[in-house]
Every structure is written in C-alpha cells, then in structure tokens.
C-alpha cells in the first residue's frame, strides 16, 4: 500500500513538499513515480526515479522546479515543488513499477496510492 499526503493550498510562487510511504511491500528494489491528474484531464507523468535514486526524470512542465526523491531506509519517496503555478493544481499520485529498476512509462507503473490534491492560487 502506498499512501501520499503532504498536498494543500499554497499561492503561486510557493513550495509543497509531498511524501510517498509505503507498507506492507518494500518498494526498495521498485521504480517509483509521482503522476497527476488535473480535472477534465488526462493523467500525466511528472517526475520517475530508479530503485536506487541515482537516475530520474522529469516532464518538461516541472524540470528546474520539481524535485524527486527516496529514501529507501524509510521506504518513502519525495517530491520537492517549488515555485508552484496555478497549473500545478491537480490530485498528485505515487506509484511502483513493480518488478522494474527504472522506468520513465506511465504504463510501466501497476501500485497506485490514493491521490494527495494540490491546489495553487493565483
């Protein structure tokens, strides 16, 4: 199980910083990810690290303001955000991909946590 939180109301310019931990499962040896889905929209991929942490990637609409994340002693996965915009407002998903050290697909990822909502004011 995986189970987000760290989400709220910020003003544009601010900072949130979202965790992701999991239980039940060790999710050491997984790729992880932070996907979101804003109303009306399609669910996009916004930053994937390696089992490891030591590769990661990031959509082109947070690279320089985002920043992915793990602890693996403490099974939890970060997302840094700064400099938020209104547009970053959406419900923000972790996921595994199970069984795979690293993985930029949205597919690739099969455990979902239940969403955390982020919220930018302008």
């Known amino acids: 199980q995986l189970q987000a939180c760290g989400g709220g109301l910020v003003q544009a310019g601010g900072s949130l910083r979202l965790s992701c931990a999991a239980s039940?499962?060790?999710?050491?040896?997984?790729?992880m990810g932070w996907f979101r889905q804003a109303p009306g929209k399609d669910r996009e991929t916004v930053a994937t690290i390696s089992w490891r942490g030591s590769t990661t990637d990031y959509a082109d609409f947070v690279r320089g303001r985002f920043a992915i994340s793990r602890d693996n002693t403490k099974r939890t996965v970060y997302l840094q955000m700064n400099s938020l915009k209104p547009e970053d407002t959406a419900v923000y998903y972790c996921?595994?991909?199970?069984?795979?050290?690293?993985?930029?697909?949205?597919?690739?990822?099969?455990?979902w946590g239940q969403g955390t909502q982020v919220t930018v004011s302008s």
């Open positions: 039940g499962r060790t999710i050491n040896n997984y790729a």
């Open positions: 996921a595994a991909a199970g069984g795979m050290a690293y993985s930029s697909r949205q597919s690739s990822y099969n455990y």
